[in-house]
């Protein structure tokens, strides 16, 4: 099973320095890889008295492709994953081309994990229809495993149109991992018939009857149930409605994947008090040593 963290992308802050210095802790310390969220827009809350979603305008986001960019020059063998790229409010086309060359610029080290977002203000400001983004999300995944793979194809779909092109260069492998985001049926199925792998946000007493739940849906859309990843988020603060939580306790739920199954994990430790990047650091080394 592998172990990753997530970018502590509220906290960390904006200098370069600590940033690069966040992932190659990681990467000494012998994590396999670094997960960031996406949001392009936050929500500015003054006229919004209902809203009770986890982030604002007033909250750094690193934008996910851009910041592994940076990074994939700074480390050798930390992987990265978006977890997730919010895929149906970005142009297609675009997004391939700029994923195919953080693939090659990191020597084939990217994973993309994709799904639809909750965020209508961000929809809104980039032009995309919200209520159809699960049908656009299903067509986009089968948009980009052509345009990773094929140097020049048509393509004619309800949202997309292509005759004789595409992108270049081609990702290293001519493919990138694609991996679904989501707690939902909805998301569950479609990474059994589509993912490479999926990617929830679950409690570890879960863990079980999700797995199994999983496998089930992917031995029904008729796939290898061993050929589809599954990654679990771990949660120690309370930045989703949680409470602060332990390293013991970050140890003790990554027991209880990989005893499950989970082919990965993903330590998420924004909101547990640990100040800048140093601290978060240090939260992953007593995790680390202590398994």
Same mark, same amino acid.
């Given at each position: ?62 934008? &996910? ?6 990074? =994939?020059? @700074? +480390?050798?063998? #930390?992987?990265?994953? !978006? *977890?997730?790229?919010?895929? &149906? ?6 997004? =391939?081309? @700029? +994923?195919?060359? #953080?693939?090659?610029? !990191? *020597? ?17 400001? #980039? ?165």
């Amino acid at each position: 099973m592998k172990i990753g963290a997530v970018f502590p992308q509220l906290e960390i802050g904006t200098d370069p320095t600590a940033i690069r210095d966040y992932a190659v802790a990681l990467e000494e310390m012998g994590f396999d890889h670094l997960l960031a969220y996406d949001h392009v827009i936050g929500a500015d809350i003054t006229n919004r008295p209902d809203w009770n979603m986890p982030y604002t305008s007033a909250h750094d986001f690193h934008e &996910p492709l851009m910041l592994f960019s940076f990074l =994939a020059g @700074q +480390v050798s063998r #930390l992987e990265f994953a !978006s *977890g997730i790229l919010i895929l &149906p409010q970005r142009q297609t086309a675009l997004a =391939a081309k @700029q +994923v195919a060359n #953080l693939d090659v610029f !990191s *020597g084939g080290r990217f994973r993309m994990g994709v799904g639809i977002g909750w965020n209508q203000v961000e929809y809104e400001a #980039l032009g995309v229809s919200f209520a159809q983004r699960g049908a656009r999300l299903d067509e986009q995944m089968t948009f980009l495993r052509e345009l990773f793979a094929k140097p020049s194809f048509s393509f004619n779909g309800d949202f997309h149109t292509l005759t004789e092109g595409g992108i270049k260069p081609l990702p290293v492998r001519k493919s990138v991992p694609l991996w679904v985001g989501g707690v939902s049926d909805a998301a569950m199925n479609r990474a059994a018939k589509l993912g490479d792998g999926w990617m929830p946000v679950l409690p570890a007493t879960a863990a079980a009857e999700k797995i199994d739940s999983f496998k089930g849906a992917v031995a029904k859309a008729g796939r290898d149930p061993a050929q589809v990843g599954f990654e679990n988020i771990i949660f120690v603060g309370t930045t989703i409605g949680g409470k602060v939580r332990t390293w013991e306790d970050a140890v003790a739920d990554i027991d209880v994947w990989k005893k499950e199954g989970a082919t990965h994990v993903c330590i998420h430790t924004m909101g547990a008090d640990l100040g800048g990047g140093d601290g978060h650091i240090e939260f992953l080394r007593k995790v680390k040593e202590a398994i």
